[in-house]
């Protein structure tokens, strides 16, 4: 395998944001979250960690912006607390994703 090649990742109900680069983040996140409508999921946690709270900030304003977000909050304490949002999604409609 080459290491400038695509790596394709199981798309399960939680993505932990430590793995990638920052400046992925505006790319993966909306493509993740497709992916899981289309999977029929409907609520899925992103992990993104404590800090100072800037990559939760830019999340946060990312995800008022994403199609098929309906709601988010800060995880409960056995989720992770404010290290991590959880995000309600719409469901999937066929033809015009559900938008």
């Known amino acids: ?3 400038d090649e695509p790596v394709e990742i199981p798309i399960e109900d939680t993505l932990d944001l430590h793995t990638f680069h920052p400046k992925d983040i505006p790319s993966l996140i909306p493509e993740y979250l497709e992916a899981c409508r289309r ?4 609520r899925v946690r992103l992990i993104h960690g ?3 709270g800037v990559l939760r900030r830019r999340i946060h304003s990312l995800l008022r912006r994403v199609e098929g977000v309906e709601e988010f909050w800060s995880a409960d304490r056995e989720g992770g ?3 991590s ?3 309600s999604l719409r469901p999937w ?4 994703g559900g938008g």
């Open 39 to 42: 999977k029929g999921m409907g």
């Open 1 to 3: 395998m080459r290491f």
């Open 81 to 83: 607390d404010w290290g």
């Open 93 to 96: 409609e066929e033809g015009g």
């Open 85 to 87: 949002t959880v995000v």
């Open 50 to 52: 404590k800090g100072k």
